[in-house]
């Protein structure tokens, strides 16, 4: 059984077809094998949904396909966001904080990080983009006890491992 998980465009969907998931585009069906590392440029537009709907969606999907709902740990959905954010693209980093800012996405650590590495102060990301990469920072923290000084620097002292548990680089 096929379901559809996200259709920009007659042309172009993600979907879930048993057991693989099937990116479509102009009649062209390519299979994305998760587990190897494949290219996420076909899946920005996934984006330019709330995270909300694309959950709903592949849960009614997955359940379609005799599948747990709530499955998804098999889509890269951190390296996308994580792609997203460092893409020369503003409205890209925009989709992406969207759903850093959804309070039914948990960010990791490593997503932290990339959100940690962009520069608040450069004027080439847009203002409306720094506010919410800001936002979605100071609520990983919120949700991991970490506390936050006003004291940007500090922040960047952080390390947070595998387990989102936070400690303080000793070393600088």
Not at 32 to 45: F, T
Not at 60 to 78: E, H, I, M, Q, R
Not at 149 to 155: F, H, I, P, R, S
Request: hydrophobic share 35%; aromatic share 10%; glycine share 2%.
């Amino acid at each position: 059984m096929t379901s559809i998980i996200y259709q920009t465009k007659p042309d172009r969907y993600l979907e879930l077809n048993n057991d693989a998931w099937l990116f479509t585009q102009n009649g062209n069906t390519q299979v994305l094998s998760i587990n190897e590392e494949i290219s996420l440029l076909p899946l920005l537009p996934l984006l330019e949904i709330s995270f909300h709907l694309f959950k709903q969606n592949l849960d009614d999907a997955l359940a379609n396909n005799g599948k747990k709902a709530g499955l998804f740990s098999d889509l890269p959905l951190s390296k996308l966001l994580q792609f997203a954010i460092l893409s020369w693209s503003g409205y890209w980093m925009d989709c992406a904080c969207n759903w850093c800012l959804d309070d039914d996405y948990n960010m990791d650590a490593a997503l932290y990080a990339t959100l940690n590495s962009i520069d608040l102060t450069d004027k080439k990301y847009p203002q409306n983009v720094r506010h919410k990469v800001s936002k979605a920072k100071a609520r990983f923290c919120r949700e991991n006890g970490i506390t936050r000084t006003d004291n940007e620097e500090t922040a960047k002292y952080r390390n947070i491992d595998n387990n989102n548990e936070a400690t303080i680089n000793e070393d600088n």
